[in-house]
């Protein structure tokens, strides 16, 4: 089991290099350059630590004990056994050394774009039986990193991991075992402020917590891990002791590491603070937002929209500092939005603000004497459709009115009218821009009136 403990100290330490405030790809791309050395050690003698808090905090590291040391460098890809393993792999680092006895020799593939991606890895490792290859791949590319790396930033990973190993037997061969699991994470940029590395050096740093589900072959582990991250290379990793979920205070842990990094200290971070407040008002032909203006330090406000439902803002606007009020001019008439606001400070961004929706409302499309006689709910147009359509109706009478759209499995995805309207002609857009291929339903009620109809979305 040594081997196996050796490959996932050298896969862990590896990829947990950098970070900070704002950290972008070629922030990642300068602690991979070629040739470049990075030396972790594991501290296995302390058994509890102070996280800090979420927010702005501080982190002393001075009294870790280093137990253990890796040097890892990097180096070609082609140079890699295991080059044909991961086509796709911008940067190779490589490990070689004895680990409690046991040589081996690991190889970690990276690449860097909008996230930075773990490919796989690959290890062999000397033992008493014969030579041990370790093959580490997954479903789809691990995304450890979503760039750039912000205070309040979120993203997920969620694929399969097979763990191919081959012990080469003697005057028997080679003989390969496959282990399957399932492989779930959840991260958040959840702190920031000054960390205190075990040499001394102060560095603006940002906290990462990162929430780990394994199961499959015999195993269902949940693990809670702290990456405390500086934008030139050094880092601090912390896996909580078993079933503790804690995010502050002093915990008991079951492993701690740090790295080596570029830095030099750092004088301390000037922190943001979080607009609040905001509200969204839906005007004639357009959505009107006000906040308030919780710091007396930033350089402008970005303001983001989502439409409701979905899960991923965009940012529209930029505004200067001290404005407490903006104009969406682009919302369209019968769709939901959301917004949220964040104050920033050169690179340092603070936290969102509460969040707000609105809905600018239809218009009746009634002229003259032409009302309608019948309810209609027309087909879409255009049908199949992307991003957006417009689906019209008509309402011989006034009343309460709803306009709803569903996915293929009956789950309500938007509401597009919950009012009274007055008898007439009504035309909706929908924008499907957070929605995947497939086919929807809209359906309409009005007093005893309900009619469904279908539509495809293709993207």
Do not use: C
């Not at 180096?75 to 046991?102: L, M, R």
């Not at 960390?195 to 102060?202: A, F, I, L, W, Y």
């Amino acid at each position: 089991m040594k081997q196996f403990q050796l490959f996932f100290v050298v896969l862990f330490f590896s990829q947990i290099n950098f970070a900070q405030i704002s950290v972008t790809a070629d922030d990642f791309r300068a602690q991979l350059e070629l040739g470049k050395t990075v030396t972790t050690y594991n501290d296995r003698v302390t058994t509890s630590i102070d996280l800090g808090t979420t927010g702005s905090t501080s982190w002393d590291f001075v009294g870790l004990v280093a137990t253990d040391e890796f040097v890892t460098e990097s180096k070609a890809v082609a140079s890699s056994p295991y080059a044909s393993d991961f086509p796709t792999a911008q940067y190779a680092s490589n490990y070689q050394g004895t680990f409690e006895g046991t040589f081996s020799n690991t190889w970690v593939h990276n690449s860097i774009g909008n996230d930075f991606i773990t490919h796989g890895t690959g290890t062999v490792a000397n033992s008493v039986a014969g030579d041990v290859t370790t093959l580490i791949t997954f479903g789809s590319d691990w995304n450890q990193y979503k760039l750039p790396v912000v205070f309040g930033g979120t993203w997920s990973y969620a694929a399969q991991q097979t763990i191919a190993t081959t012990i080469t037997v003697p005057f028997v061969g080679p003989i390969t075992t496959t282990i399957q699991q399932q492989r779930t994470i959840s991260y958040l940029v959840d702190a920031y402020g000054t960390v205190t590395m075990p040499d001394g050096k102060n560095l603006s740093a940002l906290r990462i917590r990162e929430e780990n589900h394994l199961v499959g072959e015999g195993v269902d582990q949940n693990m809670v891990i702290y990456h405390i991250l500086t934008k030139t290379g050094e880092s601090v990793s912390i896996t909580l002791a078993q079933g503790l979920t804690d995010n502050s205070g002093v915990v008991n842990i079951d492993a701690i590491s740090w790295t080596t990094g570029d830095g030099i200290d750092s004088p301390p971070i000037v922190t943001v603070t979080a607009p609040s407040a905001l509200i969204a008002t839906a005007a004639t032909n357009s959505i009107d937002l006000t906040w308030t203006d919780a710091s007396n330090n930033e350089d402008g406000f970005r303001i983001e929209r989502s439409v409701s439902g979905a899960s991923q803002y965009s940012q529209i606007a930029e505004v200067s500092s001290g404005t407490t009020s903006y104009s969406d001019n682009s919302a369209q008439p019968g769709t939901n939005y959301s917004y949220r606001v964040a104050a920033y400070l050169g690179n340092t961004v603070s936290a969102f603000s509460n969040e707000s929706s609105a809905m600018i409302a239809v218009t009746s499309l009634e002229s003259g004497d032409s009302l309608p006689a019948d309810f209609t709910l027309e087909q879409n147009y255009p049908n199949p459709f992307n991003p957006s359509t417009r689906i019209n109706f008509t309402l011989p009478f006034s009343g309460h009115t709803l306009l709803k759209v569903y996915d293929s499995l009956g789950k309500e995805i938007a509401i597009l009218v919950n009012e009274s309207l007055n008898r007439g002609s009504y035309s909706i857009n929908f924008s499907a821009e957070a929605l995947s291929s497939g086919i929807y339903y809209y359906s309409l009620t009005s007093g005893n009136f309900i009619e469904t109809r279908k539509m495809l979305l293709i993207k």
